[in-house]
């Protein structure tokens, strides 16, 4: 047993009863007459301990939770565990930050108008956020009630950007640094998730690589540097977050949640000179179907958006690594002598005339998340540019 298995089934717990996206650790604070459960005997985490069952965990939690139940239907926001420390509860970060220091307080047995909004209250991790599409996800994401964890390599531009996103009333966001392609790094993140918020509701994995180049040409180790971004760590984010999500639901069998990688046109159909980007992209969406067929007995849809060019973003547009410069260097527009005109053959690409924008695939992710039936699908987000038999 650790603090990183016990936080997500307190807050899966508490969400059977209140709802609860986040829940904080603190240490042990031995003052604090709060309600307090003693599992210094129980067994190792796995379902069967986590369970509903009388004697099990969960069951456990929310039977000390009862004990202290106040008037008009409120519980304690706050639990201590003897050798683990003080979880204190809220429907927002904030709330549970103030619940936390006052040493606990009270908080309503009932959802709160607006929870049928599709990420309301959730917890959404998101990686690569920092800029571009990733960045507009969770600007998204924040903006219609979610609490955003930006994860990203860059630390001081996550920092940044997280910034941007709390310059408001509410607390909407916070940021890990994270090499999503070292599973080390991945493991640490998802410690430090259920440490700091009790678990996750939504996961996107979007940090994602491309290196143009022909097959004749492409050097082995681009060619492997790609696969690991693009492939490999969305296996290793899906590995460590999931457990998260697994264990909410041991302890609250109504729970649901979500994982969706963000792809591309490119893992639906071939790309020219760009077969590490696109042979990583058709592999993410193999991994999806599989994954979505693995974790659906624990309510956890997978699926995968396929979004088009995003001109707008880094990815295309950076004066020096960017899509439109890459492809200029690489002759992969015949003819083209310039960006400009590398942008515009690829806009013509487009029956509706333009790139896609980050508005485009939040719709896309809001209805995956919001649609409680399919599972294992790529969709296509590409103006029309792909479409799917």
Known sequence: ??????????????????????????????????????????????????????????????EALGEHMGADSVIPAAIRVPGFGSFYAGYSY?????????????MKAAPRAGSKDAVRGKVALISGAAQGIGAEIARGLAKAGAYVIVADINAALAESFVRELNNTDVRRASSLTVDVSDEDSVRAMADAVALELGGVDILISNAGILKAGSVLEMALEDFELVTKVNYMAFFLVVKHIARLMILQRAASPSFTSDIIQINSKSGLSGSNKNGAYAGSKFGGIGLVQSFAMELVEYGIKVNAICPGNFFDGPLWSDPEKGLFVQYLKTGKVPGAKSVAEVKKFYEEKVPMGRGCGGGDVLKAILYCIDQGYETGQAIPVTGGQMMLK
């Open 1 to 62: 047993m650790d603090r990183m298995n016990l936080a997500p089934v307190i807050r899966g717990s508490y969400m059977e009863l209140v709802t609860a996206p986040v829940i904080l650790l603190s240490e042990e604070q031995e003052q604090m007459e709060l309600p307090i459960l003693n599992i210094s005997a129980a067994p190792l985490p796995n379902t069967a301990a986590m369970s509903e069952s009388e004697g099990g965990i969960a069951y456990r939690i929310r």
């Open 94 to 106: 904030d709330e549970a930050e103030e619940a936390r220091r006052n040493g606990g307080g009270f």
